[in-house]
């Protein structure tokens, strides 16, 4: 077999390889042992049913931020504000689970999910018109908005929202039970999550590949200029992914205030949504990975607290592992990328 086409097979497979093996350089630095390590990741994630249906439960709202992130990571935009998003779909759920009290779940449940993608939407809006309008780039536009939306939280819970009995940071008053999404096990995990983020997993899947609309977007990220002279609307395109990415993001705060949680806290999002950003990354911007990256990082994380317990080492080793994760994909790169630039350098050839 020749060396070329070996390196191309396996060339995806070297930031994994290099990340496993920076962790074990790790592992043995700390002097903690990296099969007993390992071992605790995965009990953590699969070791029970309550475990296994927790790593489901974080996984469904990071899903829906990576899936919402494919649409404007095609239109080249970096929509930072996602856990904004996220946080405002949170709000909006909220707000129809404390003020419809005494309607029956047929009723709340999709009037909470409706308000949770419309706020999201129309947060996601703001950034994309001060993107279009302002001349303001998304990332500092998202990060300000993010902090509002954070700071928004802590205005309610302490303030309109708070609980009978005073005002805390904790968070609200417990939802009626009508208001939460129905739960499995009584765990955090609701079934009918899932339906929705394989529902948006198809849309979007479709959207990007077989229609107009993703074509668009495609020669939007590519080329704005030439996108512009082919009579695509940059500032509509733009406006528009953005508020189908927002969408998104806060169905997945509805999922987490309303499974993971049944009231509105502090810290709500969880960095859900700047780990949404990884996820989309690391897949290279492939649809087809984003549900099992997105798993992938659900499983390290909630395995990082056994890890945690069991060999004494902080759980943000997990995190430490996706991110290097991220960052030595970029760095390897694509290889057929590197492969024609090598042959550009090299006319000759």
């Not at 191309?8 to 002097?31: T, Y």
């Not at 790593?55 to 080249?76: D, E, N, R, V």
């Not at 990256?293 to 909630?302: G, H, K, N």
């Amino acid at each position: 077999m020749k060396v070329v086409p070996l390196l191309k097979r396996i060339w995806p497979l070297m930031p994994v390889l290099a990340s496993l093996a920076f962790i074990l350089a790790l592992l043995l630095i700390f002097g903690a042992d990296p099969a007993t390590a390992f071992q605790a990741l995965w009990q953590g994630a699969f070791g029970s049913r309550d475990r296994l249906l927790g790593t489901l439960a974080f996984w469904i709202p990071l899903a829906l931020c990576a899936i919402g992130l494919m649409l404007t990571f095609t239109a080249g935009l970096w929509n930072i504000g996602v856990e904004g998003q996220l946080i405002l779909g949170s709000i909006g759920a909220s707000w129809v689970a404390l003020n419809l009290k005494g309607q029956p779940a047929w009723v709340l449940i999709p009037l909470e999910l409706l308000a949770a993608m419309a706020a999201g939407a129309l947060w996601a809006a703001l950034s994309a018109l001060l993107k279009t309008r302002g001349k303001v780039h998304e990332i500092f536009s998202g990060l300000a908005l993010t902090n509002l939306a954070i700071i928004l939280t802590n205005y309610l819970i302490s303030g309109p929202w708070q609980p009978p009995e005073g005002g805390s940071f904790r968070g609200t008053q417990p939802f009626q039970e009508a208001a939460l999404l129905p739960r499995l096990f009584d765990s955090r995990f609701s079934p009918l999550s899932l339906v929705l983020m394989s529902i948006a997993l198809v849309i979007v899947a479709v959207l990007l590949g077989n229609t107009t609309w993703g074509l668009k977007l495609k020669a939007l990220g590519r080329n704005s200029r030439s996108a512009f002279l082919l009579g695509v609307s940059s500032e509509r395109e733009a406006v528009i992914a953005m508020m189908a990415c927002g969408a998104l993001a806060g169905l997945g705060g509805a999922v987490r205030v309303l499974s993971w949680f049944d009231s509105l806290r502090q810290s709500i999002s969880g960095g859900i949504g700047f780990l949404a950003l990884l996820v989309v990354m690391l897949s290279a911007y492939r649809m087809f990975w984003v549900p099992f990256v997105a798993f992938f990082f659900s499983a390290v994380l909630q395995g990082s607290i056994t890890l945690q317990l069991r060999t004494q080492l902080h759980s943000s080793l997990g995190g430490i592992l996706t991110g290097v994760l991220v960052l030595l994909t970029l760095l390897f790169g694509d290889y057929n990328h590197l492969r024609r630039l090598r042959k550009e350098s090299r006319p000759d050839e």
